[in-house]
Structures are given as C-alpha cells and as structure tokens.
C-alpha cells in the first residue's frame, strides 16, 4: 500500500514550465551533448536507445508535459504505445488533443507523481526526461518505479543532478563567471545567482532534490549506461542569454565553442560539478527488500519533507553565495521602494520606507564568509538609499 506523502511539493498555479531559451535550443550544444552521451554527435539519446536496447511495447513517460517525448518515440519507433502522466489538466488535454489527431496509442492521466500511484504495470520502460529533479519523494518513487517494470524492463532518464534548487557552489559560480568575462560584452550573461525565496514561492519543485536522485536510484537499479553531460559553464552561461540568443548563429559560433570547451574542461576535472546526466538502467535483482531497512528510508523522507514544509520550504541553510545573493536582493529592493517614494513625493505618504528591512544584517554578515565584501556592498546600497530618502524629505518639507 502506497502512503500519502505527508507534505505536497507542487509549483504555484501561474507557474509555466520551461519558458526563455535553453543552451540546448543552439544545435551546436546539443551535439555536443549527443557526443557526451552516446559518443556521436549525431546519435540522440532516443535513437541510442533504440540502437542498444530495441523496440519497446509499453512505456510510463513521467510528467509528461505536453506529450512531445512520446510523441518522439513513437515517430522513432522507439516505443509501440505509452501512458504519460502530469499535474497539469491543461498539458495533458493539449497532449491527448495531439496525440488523437495523429493516431497514436498514447494515454495519459493526471497524478501529482510524488505519491507514485502510477498506472498499473506492467512497462518495459520508463522514460525520466527531467521529471525527477521535481520530485521530493524520490526513494518512494523510485521504489514504485522498480515494482511496475518488467524484471528486464529499462529506465532511461535524462536529467537535471546538479546542486539542490540550483544553489550552485561558490567554486562553480566562479568557473563560469570567469569564462563570462572572457566573453564580448554584448553576449555577456547577465549572471544572477538564483534567488532562493523567489523559487520557493513560484516553484518550489524546480530541483528540489537533484542531488539525492542518483544515490536513490542506486538503491533499487542497476545502470547499463551512464554519461555526464556538464553544464556547470555551459548551462549557467548560455541559459536564458537573450542577448546571445538574439544573435545569427554563425555570428556566435565561436563563443559558443570557447563556452563549451570551458564546459568539457571542467567536467573532465571535476566530472561530480556536472548539473545533468543521461543513463539507462534496470531493476536491481539483488536491490534491499529488507522491510525494515524500507520503513527506515520512507521515515527518513517523511521527516525531511515534513521539517521542510514547517520551515516554509527551506531544506538546508544557505551557501555562501547564496546568502550573499539574498541579502544583497533585499538591499537592493529597499533602494527601489525608496526611489519610488521619492519619485513620488505627491502622494501622501507617512513616511520613506525603512532601508534593507528585509534584511537581518548583523546575521547575514557574521554568517557570510567574505563578510567585508558584503559590508561594503550593502553600504553602498544604503547610501545610495539614504541619498534618495533625503532628496524625498527635502521635497515633503518644500511642499
């Protein structure tokens, strides 16, 4: 019996999936990610899997959006049939609506897939295309997965397994900035480190436990294939680059190759610093069944989940530069909410809106490491503040 999760992970309702340009919509990135994960340029990950493990009758496609994965597959020959679930009514009455126009054996259903009440099986395949870095409860899924496929059934997945709700290490940050430098100027990303309340509040799923997925799964599958892909420079720095993207392609092909040289050379140093990978696997024969050491990981999940979901969706405490990131953020919406005052002296108003409010400083510093920066930082901020407030005073009392 499959237990409610104790505590829901889901995006807000406004919340659209996968808008901006990705560094994989450049064909020069994706071939080069084709030759991380099937060693040819030329062989997607689709075709390598129908190359080295055939034609499938039955597939479960996790969260599947508007259903193009399996309608890929389909066309491949990938797959004879599928059922695709996801959250979302209006994706999957986009991808049934599609699926009925072009005749294909395709099923859906809406489930959220943290609770794992997946479709009965059994599937001789399991198709993970970025879905499981949205999953909190990843052991629970991860079991459930391992029961309904087929003894020799495969899992493949292609997937984000970088740092927990992007929260990139202080190291990774400065490997990328400093290739951005390298850059034109006009194509330069504009590198923003990603705000963690911001992604809290609109999806608190976004890479909730990407690093777990791979430890979780070893628990019950055996890998075939496994290949990195990177992206700890490419990925940060050709993601959501409109300035780039607005470019003809032949203009930007060499900067693009210095970005993703850079990418390959610190993958091959550091290849844990990847933030995606491509695999393929099967049931562990040999997997735990101990029911107690069972019990024990579900208890594990339901505790981290609940504790979680009490601290208003926060895991773990800030990396450095994330806290940095945060309090420098506040600081900066202060000055806005301050400028807007002044620039607004006609309307009534009790008073200029207070300076860094939403920032503990005190702790905020005394926890950062690189402490001075953020002093001087947060110093400049607020003159620049207290300047605009004295200009909105000067006007309130020349009124």
């Known amino acids: 019996m499959i237990e409610e ?135 629970r899924v991860a079991r459930r997965l391992c029961e309904i496929l087929s003894p020799d059934g495969v899992l493949v997945s292609w997937d984000y397994v970088g740092s927990h709700r992007n929260q990139y290490s202080g190291a990774q940050w400065e490997a990328a900035w400093k290739v951005n430098l390298e850059l034109p100027e006009e194509i330069r990303q504009n590198m923003r480190y990603p705000h963690l309340p911001t992604m809290i509040a609109t999806d608190p799923t976004e890479a909730v436990h990407a690093e777990l997925i791979l430890p979780t799964l070893t ?51 550091d290849p844990e610093s990847s933030l995606f990978a491509y695999w393929v696997a099967r049931p562990d024969p040999d997997r735990v069944t101990d029911p107690g050491q069972l019990e024990a990981w579900t208890a594990e999940e339901d505790r981290r989940e609940a504790a979680a979901g009490a601290a208003g969706g926060v895991y773990y405490p800030p990396t450095a530069v994330g806290a940095l990131s945060e309090a420098l953020s506040s600081a900066e919406l202060a000055h806005a909410q301050a400028l807007a005052a002044a620039q607004n002296a006609s309307t009534p108003a009790a008073g200029p809106p207070p300076v860094a409010s939403a920032v503990d400083r005190d702790a905020v510093i005394a926890a950062t490491p690189g402490r001075e920066l953020l002093v001087v930082a947060l110093a400049r901020l607020q003159a620049r503040a207290a300047a605009r407030i004295g200009s909105w005073r000067q006007r309130r009392v020349s009124r």
């Not at 020069?28 to 084709?34: D, F, I, K, P, Y």
């Not at 990925?235 to 970005?259: C, F, K």
């Open 219 to 269: 628990r019950y599958f055996r890998f075939e294939h496994f290949r990195y892909l990177g992206g700890g420079v490419g990925y940060l720095l050709l993601t959501h680059n409109d300035a780039l993207h607005s470019r003809p392609v032949d203009e930007i092909a060499e900067q693009v190759e210095i970005v993703m040289r850079a990418d390959a050379a610190l993958l091959e140093k």
């Open 5 to 139: 999760p104790v505590a829901k992970v889901i995006p807000s309702d406004d919340f659209q999936y996968y808008s901006g340009r990705y560094w994989n919509n450049l064909d020069q990135v994706v071939r080069e990610l084709n030759l991380r994960a099937t060693g040819d340029p030329d062989l997607p990950w689709q075709d390598h899997l129908h190359k080295k493990f055939g034609t499938f009758d039955r597939a479960l496609i996790l969260n599947c959006g508007n259903g193009w994965v399996e309608r890929e597959l389909i066309e491949k020959g990938v797959v004879r049939s599928a059922v695709g679930v996801d959250f979302s009514p209006d994706l999957l009455g986009e991808a049934a609506r599609q699926a009925s126009e072009l005749g294909m054996r395709l099923e859906y259903e809406q489930l959220d897939t943290n609770t794992a009440k997946f479709p009965e099986g059994p599937f001789d395949l399991v198709v993970n295309h970025a879905a499981l870095h949205h999953v909190a409860y990843l052991d």
